[in-house]
């Protein structure tokens, strides 16, 4: 399952999923997708390795710009991702 997590201001929608073992390391994936004109940009993320996969449009320095951010609030999705994103948090 994937959470919201954000819409940054060039309209990018920031998702994340619940966290998963992969190999041991307790992991998110954060997928960044940006409408344009005739369909979407898209790439993922892997926290807290940082790894970028499956990017599709996006040019470096979006993905850059996109990285800066994500370390900046990755222990936020990490916390959310643990607890079943915002919805989950909001009922406490």
């Not at 940009?41 to 790894?51: D, V």
């Not at 079943?84 to 406490?92: K, L, M, Q």
Request: charged content about 20%; aromatic content about 16%.
């Amino acid at each position: 399952m994937m959470y919201p997590f954000m819409t940054l201001d060039d309209q990018t929608a920031v998702v994340h999923s619940e966290t998963y073992d992969s190999n041991g390391i307790e992991t998110v994936k954060v997928y960044f997708e940006k409408p344009v004109y005739g369909g979407f940009y898209s790439a993922e993320c892997y926290l807290p390795s940082y790894k970028w996969e499956n990017i599709n449009g996006f040019s470096q320095t979006e993905i850059e710009k996109y990285q800066e951010f994500l370390q900046s609030v990755a222990h936020i999705i990490i916390r959310l991702a643990r607890e079943g994103g915002f919805d989950s948090t909001s009922n406490c």
